[in-house]
């Protein structure tokens, strides 16, 4: 192993990056693009879901229910209404997403005693922002109807009793529920993979397709020498994306980093290491720059997002495709980093996905360098 | 044993390369001396740039032995590498590099030490005459600079044996010269050079010429000696007008096995001249092409070629068909 060989190889490789605005864009670029898009466009959460409301009864209860909407903070009125028509409509032109309708008779039934409806309109068309703004629906309902319930014992003497139960959910390592906390430390680690394979995918392919890697044979280097000597630039080039992702995250996504940011960029290396691997391993089997391409996109893109657990819980998921799973590198990476985000996990606690991550960059570097020697 | 060997910087033996069931490379031995301009004349498809692959241990051989620098190159590749420098046939460096870039990377890839890199880089770009072109990127240059980079490259780390595939074709004609004055100023240090290529007039510049014909060297020797020994066709030179138009008579006449238009003139290569002479005269007269000159002449080194393929496919004519 020559130091110098190593470091003109790596210096050359350094430049093909910068030479090229393309690679250049989607070394730097397409990993900022990439996090700020499905940062905000992946948001699951629902907030403030605008709502009209026709009070039919018109009475102080309805009145109450209505201002227990207004109050909450996932809800906010937006029109209240004198009929039905205007309801649909304003659903129509998707002003609002639900309506909340209380009958002529709410007050008077409640008053004496029986219990009545409210009936709720949604708009379906998103069914996901729909089914949560129903689960946010029936709390409020829910709320109200006990409040009723033990105002009405309270009435007739039985002041000391006390609700069962007040279940009060707290969600714990994400206590806000944002699911761009839980999504953005994801992101990162599925950014890389892709990265950093894609990069380096193309680079062997490149230079037997050119003649150069003819060339560089009839020359005294090593094949270990030419793969670590190509790899180099692409695990820095990747160290920057973890710095400027964390940044991201930081500053524009504001995801607290509850566990130690050393860590953070400790275990990036790590996988940092397997990922350009597996891209040069890719690029040594393929027969050409395309193909390298492609070969790059289904085996880092497709599971990266689908098979991490990134956007797909894999608990939830059938069982021989959580098998699967366990090939997946980016599944390890993704664990780890929620688990130094979210949890603020150290070390002990992650040390077999990390031991794993360590195993993967040794099988496929080994594996790049036994294809490349027999290439030759 | 030490003695002989040392003094030879190339051997080939039985040399074989078979793509699928063809046979690019057969049977092909030879030795180069230290210190030679050894040329490899054959036309595209020969195989010239398959032996030199072999000769570089950029391909294994089917069979035989190649040995570079006094090590077998299958087995002793990694000590060989050190001792040579290669020039491809098609232009290998790094085109989004600069002339510099390429050369600084290849200096690091020989492990030339910090302190000799400038001075070599220096020399490098003094030979290949691209002192004004330092920061020009290669994809920037003209076919001949990159060509000179190229070799720039290939003696970056001063190797005592250099292989240069066809460094001339697509160059022009002063390029050329320049290109073979370096080869012989290199020759003059010592360093032996292994040239192929398929022109007739850069074959006589070297010291020994291999003629390659269909993967098999049909002849070796120097430029004189081809020309003196080998030949087995006497050479009728025909000076006539339109020699061009002539030809076609030429060729049909009895007794001619081959004819050629060479510079203005047409050579008809001929196993018995006395009886062919007069008979070509009078069937160029018939046609309208007196002759205004006819009579034997010293073969040129496209003489011998042609007629040593002419006399191998005809005594072997089995050996077209398989091919
Ligand atoms: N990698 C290869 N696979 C199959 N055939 C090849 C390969 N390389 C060369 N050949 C064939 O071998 C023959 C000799 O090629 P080459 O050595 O390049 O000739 P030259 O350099 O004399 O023009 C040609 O017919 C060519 O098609
Ligand atoms: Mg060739």
Known sequence: MSLLRLIAIARKELLHVVRDPRSLAMAIGMPMLMLLLFGYALTLDVDRVPIAVLDRSNSVLSRELISRFAGCRYFSVRLHASDYDELEKAIDKREVWMAVVLPEDFARRLDSGRNTTVQLVMDGSDANAATIALDYAEAVCDNFSERMLFEALERKGRSWLQPPIDLRARAWFNEAMKSRHFLVPGLIAVIMMILSALLTSLTVAREWERGTMERLIATPVRGSELLLGKLTPYFCIGMLDVALAVGLGEFVFKVPLRGNVLLVFGVAAVFLIGTPWLGLLISIVAKNQLMANQLAMVVTFVPSFLLSGLMFSISNMPWALQVVTYLVPARYFVSVMRGIYLKGLGVRMLGLEILLLAIFAALVAILANAAFRRKL | MRNESAAIAIKATNLLRRFGDFVAVNGVSFEVAKGEVFGLLGPNGAGKSTIVKLLCGLLMPSGGTARVGGFDVSTQSDLAWMQIGYMSQRFSLYDDLTVEENLGFFSGIYDIPAAKRRNRMDWAIEIAGLSEHRRTLAADLAAGFKRRLALGCALMHEPMIVFLDEPTSGVDPISRRQFWDLIYELAGAGTTVFVTTHYMDEAEYCHRLALVYRGELIACGSPGSLKRDIVRDTVIEVVCDRPASALTVVQNTPGVNEAG???????????????????????????????????????????????????????????????
């Open chain 2, 261 to 323: 238009v060479f510079g203005n003139t047409i050579h008809a290569l001929t196993l018995e001249p006395a009886v062919v002479t007069p008979l070509l005269r009078a069937r160029l007269v018939e046609q309208g092409f007196p002759p205004l000159k006819l009579g034997p002449t010293k073969p040129s080194l496209e003489d011998v070629f042609v007629s040593l393929i002419w006399h191998r496919d005809r005594d072997r004519p089995a050996d077209n068909a398989s091919q």
